[in-house]
């Protein structure tokens, strides 16, 4: 349970990777690549940098490096996706930063998808210089007409949330809001506020996921352990509490638990190598 953090894999060495979703939802993560969504039907909820956007139909959101966020699509919304090394648009975003993540220019970002993804697929000679190629140009008709500031180093609130995470899902068990809220050296009425609008949900909402997530895997992977042990290792006080969280967390008991069950991870931060962000309900129609 320890937090990860998201590493796309690019296929045949390319250092671009292109592609779209239906109902596109992912959990809250980071990750190092740039990121540039587009859409191309419907309505899409995007929260990036402590705020949240609504996209429609035709336009474009430009998440950067390091970024935390996550979003979540309305109807049968149809999405663009591209990722890409930030090494790619280093010389445009080393030193200049948008202001809004959300697009306001005309960019054409549908065309240089599908050059992106014709080069992808067909893998012509120096088809990865070509697709990188692209994705540069397009940073800079980006970052040349929209706002822009100049990059200041991080105050390092960021860094310091995923750490706290990561902090919560090692010592889970018996973790305070008051430990947090000193994790942070925040007072504890700013902390609360903080996390709500960074997380999408209580501080206490997130530690009893965390907790119920590893109760499913200790239900499943410890047949003999009693219920009441289970309960206690996760940091419950009592088997009346463990048993009303996990089952307005889970829908069920814990005895009741289907195999089938995969625990909802729509708000639990992980982060790791192998950790995909994209949840049961997002289909992936193309990719390349």
């Known amino acids: 349970m320890l937090a990860k953090q998201e590493t796309r894999r690019y296929a045949g060495g390319a250092r671009v990777w292109a592609g779209k979703y239906q109902n596109s939802h992912n959990v809250l993560h980071w990750h190092y690549a740039c ?7 419907g309505d899409i909820e995007v929260f990036c ?3 949240s956007y609504l996209l429609h139909e035709g336009q474009a959101f430009f998440i950067d490096s390091g970024e935390v966020h996550y979003m979540h699509a309305k109807n049968q919304t149809v999405l663009i996706v591209m990722t890409f090394e930030n090494e790619i648009v280093k010389p445009v975003c080393e030193m200049r930063r948008l202001l809004c993540p959300l697009l306001c220019g005309d960019y054409k970002i549908p065309e240089t998808y599908a050059r992106i993804s014709e080069e992808l697929r067909e893998k012509r000679p120096f088809y990865n210089a070509a697709a990188e190629n692209e994705i540069l140009a397009l940073a800079i008709r980006i970052f040349r007409g929209e706002r822009t500031a100049e990059r200041k180093m991080s105050s390092g609130t960021v860094q310091s949330f995923k750490d706290l995470l990561a902090d919560i899902n090692e010592r889970y068990a018996f973790y305070t809001f008051t430990d947090a809220a000193n994790f942070m050296g925040f007072s504890e009425a700013y902390f609360s506020k903080f996390f709500k609008k960074i997380a999408g949900m209580t501080f206490s909402q997130y530690l009893n996921r965390v907790k119920v997530e590893e109760a499913v895997r200790l239900l499943r992977e410890n047949k003999g352990l009693p219920v009441t042990e289970i309960a206690f290792r996760c940091g419950f006080n009592t088997i009346r509490n463990f048993n009303r969280i ?4 889970t829908g069920c008991t814990p005895r009741s638990l289907p195999k089938t069950y995969v625990p909802d991870e729509k708000f639990i931060y ?9 949840s049961r309900e997002t289909t992936l129609l193309t990719e390349h």
């Open 246 to 249: 996990f089952k307005k967390v």
């Open 35 to 41: 990121e540039l969504l587009y859409v191309e039907r």
């Open 49 to 51: 940098g402590e705020e």
């Open 270 to 278: 992980s982060v790791s190598g192998d950790f995909d962000p994209t």
